[in-house]
């Protein structure tokens, strides 16, 4: 899934500072080659945010393919994408400089001003990642259910499972693995279910009857906030 603004009704989108969008360090961004002389123009890069100046310059990872660093030459001009709660924005920033010390990174000129666009929801993915869910109840607390999560955002999931496995308002603890910087790791997170109902899948999927749940995230600490963000940001930057 690739992404991009899209003008308001006046043909113009809302303008802001860099500062005021609160960035993190290690915020998935995508890079379009915007440049004219491109062979392969509108191609996507997906990089992390390192740090940035104000007004003088923003440090980002360098672009990798196949495990391989992406030939990025100075100068060269890119359209710039990124998330940051429920804001999309987008700026144009040209390559002031590509270096392999200590570690491969760009800088990328400073942007005057930036594009952004308020979402009327959380960002979400259909990754169909296989997990587990705990009910938290005393008498269910031993029980591991099988379950697929078949839609994710930073504020909840939707999971299915072979059977119900609480009711509207219980807490659940629902687990599943996420590739982070090319290793698995084990996310466990408290939830509340808030709907639930029977589905038939589709006959690719094997036409089975499954019971779909609506999760609300209890409010994950910090670094597995991140690091699910960041996920998600990644996943739809990468398309």
């Given at each position: 899934?690739s992404?991009e603004?899209q003008?308001?009704?006046n043909?113009?989108?809302?303008?802001?500072?860099l500062l005021a969008?609160?960035?993190?360090?290690g915020?998935?961004?995508q890079l379009?080659?915007?440049?004219?002389s491109?062979?392969?123009p509108n191609?996507?890069?997906?990089?992390k945010?390192?740090?940035?100046?104000?007004?003088a310059s923003i440090?980002v990872?360098?672009?990798?393919?196949?495990?391989?660093?992406?030939?990025i030459?100075d100068?060269?001009?890119?359209?710039?994408?990124?998330f940051?709660?429920?804001?999309a924005?987008e700026?144009?920033a040209n390559v002031?400089?590509?270096?392999?010390i200590?570690?491969?990174?760009?800088h990328l000129?400073?942007p005057k001003?930036v594009e952004?666009?308020t979402?009327?929801?959380?960002?979400?993915?259909?990754p169909?990642?296989a997990?587990?869910?705990?009910?938290?109840d005393?008498a269910s607390?031993?029980?591991?259910v099988?379950?697929?999560?078949?839609?994710?955002?930073?504020?909840?999931a939707?999971?299915?499972a072979?059977?119900?496995f609480g009711k509207i308002?219980?807490?659940v603890?629902v687990?599943?693995?996420?590739?982070?910087?090319?290793?698995?790791?084990v996310?466990s997170i408290?939830?509340?279910?808030?709907n639930?109902?029977?589905?038939?899948?589709?006959?690719?999927?094997?036409?089975a009857?499954v019971m779909t749940?609506?999760?609300e995230?209890?409010?994950?600490e910090?670094?597995?906030?991140m690091a699910?963000?960041n996920?998600i940001?990644k996943?739809?930057?990468?398309?």
């Open positions: 899934m992404y603004l003008s308001g009704p043909g113009n989108k809302p303008a802001e500072n969008l609160n960035l993190g360090i915020d998935a961004l379009q080659d915007s440049s004219v491109n062979r392969a191609r996507r890069y997906y990089v945010l390192i740090g940035f100046l104000n007004k440090v990872s360098h672009p990798m393919q196949d495990e391989k660093l992406l030939p030459e100068g060269l001009s890119f359209l710039v994408r990124g940051s709660g429920r804001k924005y700026f144009n002031l400089f590509a270096s392999h200590p570690y491969p990174h760009l000129s400073f001003q952004c666009l979402m009327r929801s959380a960002l979400r993915i259909q169909k990642l997990g587990w869910i705990e009910p938290m005393a607390a031993l029980i591991k099988p379950a697929v999560v078949v839609d994710l955002s930073t504020s909840g939707r999971v299915q072979n059977r119900q308002g219980d807490e603890r687990a599943f693995r996420l590739p982070i910087d090319d290793e698995e790791q996310f408290s939830e509340v279910i808030r639930s109902y029977n589905e038939t899948l589709t006959k690719n999927l094997g036409g009857e749940h609506g999760l995230f209890i409010q994950p910090g670094s597995m906030r699910l963000q996920f940001y996943t739809m930057a990468e398309g």
